[in-house]
């Protein structure tokens, strides 16, 4: 089954109501991906850099209440699983990108252009694939948050 991508759905998630105080949706650029991809000396999937070129400053709070943003994966994600070590340690060719609580979701980005994404449960220390990839994983959350806005 096909996904659509981040910028693909990003006018039906503003139509929808997904916009921030200051105006919406802020992507990286493509330094900023860059540099992101040479402080962790990884080549990031497709997928992924085209949600950071839609979303990856701000999502217009589509994910609220948990660490996804650039700047966040080194500033608190990475110290986080330095702590976790011994416990959860990832090969350096895998790439976390969401930490919400005691859950973390990532993919190997040797995985092809959609990878698929994997979640760590601190609480139940249990690694588990969630998604055949992380298209699928966006949609997914996509369909969620706009069935909740429109039980609101």
């Known amino acids: 089954m096909e996904f659509e991508t981040p910028s693909s759905q990003l006018k039906k998630l503003i139509t929808a109501g ?4 200051s105006g919406g949706f802020k992507g990286c650029s493509e330094t ?10 990884v080549v990031l999937p497709k997928t992924y850099k085209d949600f950071l070129r839609v979303c990856g400053k701000d999502a217009g709070g589509l994910l ?3 660490l996804y943003q650039y700047f ?9 699983l330095a ?5 959860f340690d990832l090969p350096t060719n ?17 995985g092809g252009d959609d990878p ?26 996509v369909s969620v948050n706009l069935s909740e806005l429109t039980e609101s």
């Open 83 to 87: 702590d976790l070590a011994g416990k």
């Open 116 to 141: 698929p994404v994997w979640r760590y449960d601190e609480v139940e220390n249990k690694r588990e694939q969630v998604f055949d990839s992380f298209s699928a994983w966006f949609s997914d959350h």
């Open 94 to 110: 895998h790439f976390v990108f969401v930490w919400d609580n005691d859950i973390i979701l990532y993919f190997d980005t040797a």
């Open 64 to 66: 609220n209440f948990c």
């Open 32 to 41: 900023e991906i860059d540099a992101l991809e040479k402080h962790f000396t």
């Open 72 to 80: 966040d994966l080194a500033q608190f994600i990475e110290p986080h």
């Open 18 to 21: 997904f916009t921030t105080p």
